[in-house]
């Protein structure tokens, strides 16, 4: 419950952050929402010596629509993207996955960015980014550069994200009209992680999908893209076979960790199952 002693420092704008990363170097820690790094620091799990604050820099909350991509800022809260009218027109997978992340209290603070900086494998965001095919800004001292959400999770807690950046904004694409989604998490109740989770967004052609991406949420060290599933899948009809082989190819990527969830049995045909159950219902809406 209590955390360790720490300086506090609250830039207001991102340069600033970035210059106090460099001249305080490993010590210092990015605090955004606050809801992984503080319960963190109360068990004593890290204790770094000093936190930046980015919640006074305006320019890092907010959704946009910039040169035909949405632009979300790091800062954006869950309940932000819930209730953001241009995301629920233009990218409806964010708000709808937003609510089953955490509780009200907790979406109050915690932020997309912190979310998928964190690099926790059982955190929602990475594998919805996978499936968005989306686009993380990054901005250190040399300036800004940006990477795809397939090369952005390296391992357990653990990005692409050097100890001198920042994650500054999110980009997706616009959804093109009639685009499927879903994502469907396995979870013991409601605040819980998932036990399993499958994010989807598909094209079909007729009754036949067109195009497919799938993240897989906690059944590996990192959220994970099921390309060898989505491969299967084009130019097929959503039958029982096709689904079944799907689920075959999913099992075949997991790597879960057995915890109080369950074991890697349990998860890894989650995995498969969640997959499916998404499948069918980013068809449903690709009508
Ligand atoms: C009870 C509870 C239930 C939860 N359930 C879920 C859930 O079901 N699904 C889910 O996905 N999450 C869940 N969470 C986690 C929650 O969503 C966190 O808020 C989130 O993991 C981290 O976001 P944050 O903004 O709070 O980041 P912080 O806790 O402030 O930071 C997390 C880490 O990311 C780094 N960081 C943060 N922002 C940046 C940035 N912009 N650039 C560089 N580094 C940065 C920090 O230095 C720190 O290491 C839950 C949390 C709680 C307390």
Redesign the pocket.
């Known amino acids: 419950m209590i955390p360790p002693s720490f300086d506090y420092h609250a830039p207001s704008t991102v340069a600033e952050a970035v210059g106090l990363l460099a001249q305080l170097g490993d010590d210092a ?11 963190m620091m109360k068990l004593r799990f ?1 204790e770094p010596g000093a936190l930046i604050d ?1 919640n006074r820099i305006d320019a ?1 909350r907010g959704v946009s629509e910039e040169g035909g991509k949405i632009r979300i800022g ?2 954006t809260t ?1 309940n932000q993207l819930i209730a953001s009218d241009l995301l629920k027109t233009r990218v409806p997978l964010l708000p709808e996955a937003a609510r ?4 009200p209290q ?1 979406r109050n ?3 997309i ?3 998928i ?2 690099g ?1 494998p ?4 990475p594998a919805i980014a996978m499936a968005l095919d989306a686009t993380f800004v990054i901005t250190g001292p040399n300036g800004e550069r940006q990477v795809p959400a397939t090369e952005f999770f390296l391992g357990t807690y653990y990005t692409a ?1 050097e100890a001198d ?4 904004a999110i980009l997706v694409q616009p959804f093109a009209p009639k685009t499927g989604y879903a994502y469907t998490k396995l ?1 013991r109740k409601t ?4 036990t399993a989770a499958a994010a989807v967004v598909m094209t079909m052609d007729g009754d036949r999908v067109a195009s497919v991406r799938i993240g897989l949420t906690n059944v590996a060290p990192t959220a994970l893209r099921a390309s060898d599933a989505e491969q299967s899948l084009v130019g097929k009809t959503l039958d029982a076979a096709t689904l079944d082989e799907v689920a075959r190819l999913v099992r075949g990527v997991a790597e879960p960790a057995a915890d109080l969830r369950g074991d890697e049995e349990y998860k890894t045909a989650m995995a498969g199952e969640m997959t499916k159950r998404a499948l069918r219902q980013a068809a449903e809406r690709c009508r």
């Open positions: 820690k990015i605090l955004a929402g606050g809801h992984s790094l503080l319960p890290a980015l890092l790091a800062m869950e089953q992340i955490a509780d907790v603070r915690g932020t960015g912190g979310d900086a964190h926790d059982a955190n929602d965001h994200i950046e920042i994650l500054t979870k605040g819980d992680w998932a």
